[in-house]
């Protein structure tokens, strides 16, 4: 089946640095990628949706100057999160979609944790 | 705009009871249904989605969920609870085959010995 790898897997990273999160198509061609933020215990949140070749589109609420998506192939989609800061704390995860195919594979996710 | 509500945040259940997981929707449009589960500090596993084919919908590790387009309702369902099947679970809901996926709340399932 279709397999999404999400790296790192975790990263602790400085107040006022930036982190680089990898979200790879490992055996079909993404053309839509999505990114979540999940809150301990809480539901995952939609931030933004990335298409191959194409600027991302950001939900109501997410700054996208401080989350950077880059989709530059299709398999390879990338989120940057911008002078991290303790508030930006969470699980990312990634989800991606098969043109064509009603189905999403989702990444196995990132916990960051800023200090 | 399309939604989901998860009716509980946690259920617990009796190993070898029956499992019920509360799921309602809200689309102007037929939507697309799945059924998600996360275990701790991972991403997510499709146990199964409804697609606008069968309304009764088998998945995997003997979930199954069913579409009631009548009550707005797709909730999930395995006959006799297991310890492994401790976990989160989300509903989610997209309109189309292009679009945006979009979760409920979510459902912690306990399972008692």
């Known amino acids: 089946g279709a397999v999404v790898s999400q790296h790192p897997s975790w990263v602790i990273c400085k107040s006022g640095t930036s982190v680089k999160i990898e979200c790879r198509s490992l055996?079909?061609?993404?053309?839509?990628m999505f990114w979540y933020r999940q809150f301990p215990k809480q539901s995952l949140m939609l931030m933004a949706t990335s298409n191959e070749g194409s600027k991302a589109t950001y939900e109501q609420g997410v700054e996208k100057d401080k989350f950077l998506i880059n989709h530059a192939s299709l398999t390879l989609s990338t989120l940057t999160v911008t002078s991290a800061h303790p508030e930006d704390s969470s699980f990312y995860i990634c989800s991606a979609r098969e043109q064509g195919y009603n189905g999403y594979t989702f990444g196995s996710g990132t916990r960051l944790t800023v200090v | 705009a399309q939604s989901v509500t998860q009716l509980g945040s946690h259920v617990s259940v009796s190993e070898g009871a029956l499992v019920l997981l509360r799921c309602n929707y809200s689309?102007?449009?037929?939507?697309?249904l799945f059924w998600y589960v996360q275990y701790p500090n991972q991403g997510l596993q499709l146990l199964l989605k409804?697609?606008?084919?069968?309304?009764l919908v088998k998945g995997i590790n003997g979930f199954e969920a069913e579409f009631k387009k009548s009550e707005t309702s797709f909730h999930l369902t395995k006959p006799s609870a297991h310890m492994s099947d401790a976990a989160e679970y989300f509903c989610a809901v997209s309109v189309g085959r292009d679009d945006k996926i979009i979760f409920g709340k979510g459902t912690r399932l306990h399972i008692l010995p």
């Open positions: 409804y697609t606008s084919a069968a309304t």
């Open positions: 689309s102007s449009v037929p939507p697309y």
């Open positions: 055996d079909f061609q993404a053309t839509t």
